[in-house]
């Protein structure tokens, strides 16, 4: 079975500061994996994913991930962020099992400040 | 782009009553998923399909049924609504060989 934490419920920052939301998942097999983006009364849309080759994957939109096998982490990070950043973000792991089904992570609530 | 449409945005309904909630996707995806989301829990699975009339049970099926008759198109089922299935509810679609799954925009339902 595998499983997500995202370690942190709540992140606030100021507008223009760096952010990481930090994601740790446990499986016993390779994995995909996947950050997740909802803004307000809307669905989840995906930021970005990692299936294999290069550990970094970059969104359109500035976000950045890294793959740590070793460390079984996957990062989420923006060196500047906006406040239309403002959203909650969740991280999701799949092996490859029941059809690629997904393990989502219970949510990081980033809040940008003015 | 990829469409996934659910039918309604909120729904309101009362305790007992059989609530259908409907989603269609464009996309010929073969795996399609309900999910209901609560505040600090994250995303729940419910049920999902791989195929027409195929289904199987996620992580809390309990209180839930689904129909698979089209390809398009997967219905969540509350056969009797109770107060505790007051949530957002979120469907989404993938290709069978992949991980990355669409979202619809999501229903909240108010059972009262």
């Known amino acids: 079975a595998q499983s997500v934490t995202q370690l942190d419920s709540q992140v606030p920052v100021f507008e223009e500061a760096p952010v990481e939301l930090r994601c740790n998942y446990s499986s016993s097999v390779s994995v995909y994996l996947f950050w997740y983006v909802q803004y307000p009364n809307q669905g989840l849309q995906l930021l970005l994913k990692?299936?294999?080759?290069?550990?970094l994957v970059e969104s359109i939109n500035g976000f950045e991930a890294e793959f740590n096998k070793s460390q079984t982490s996957f990062h989420l990070r923006k060196p500047s962020v906006h406040i239309s950043d403002t959203a909650e973000y969740f991280c999701?792991?799949?092996?490859?099992?029941?059809?690629?089904?997904?393990?989502f992570g219970k949510g990081t609530l980033l809040t940008v400040n003015p | 782009d990829v469409k996934v449409t659910q039918s309604s945005r909120y729904l309101v309904k009362r305790t007992g009553e059989k609530v259908f909630l409907e989603c269609v996707q464009d996309?010929?995806?073969?795996?399609m998923f309900w999910y209901r989301q609560d505040p600090g829990l994250g995303l729940r699975l419910i049920y999902f399909?791989?195929?027409?009339?195929?289904?199987e049970k996620g992580d809390i099926p309990e209180g839930y049924s689904v129909s698979r008759e089209k390809k398009e198109r997967f219905s969540l089922i509350l056969e009797s609504a109770s107060t505790n299935q007051t949530s957002m509810y979120l469907c989404?679609?993938?290709?069978?060989?992949?991980?990355?799954?669409?979202f619809g925009p999501g229903t909240r339902l108010t059972v009262l």
């Open positions: 989404a679609s993938s290709f069978i060989a992949t991980g990355t799954q669409y």
């Open positions: 996309m010929d995806h073969e795996n």
């Open positions: 990692y299936l294999s080759g290069s550990t």
């Open positions: 399909s791989y195929d027409v009339k195929m289904k």
């Open positions: 999701a792991v799949t092996d490859g099992g029941s059809n690629y089904k997904l393990t």
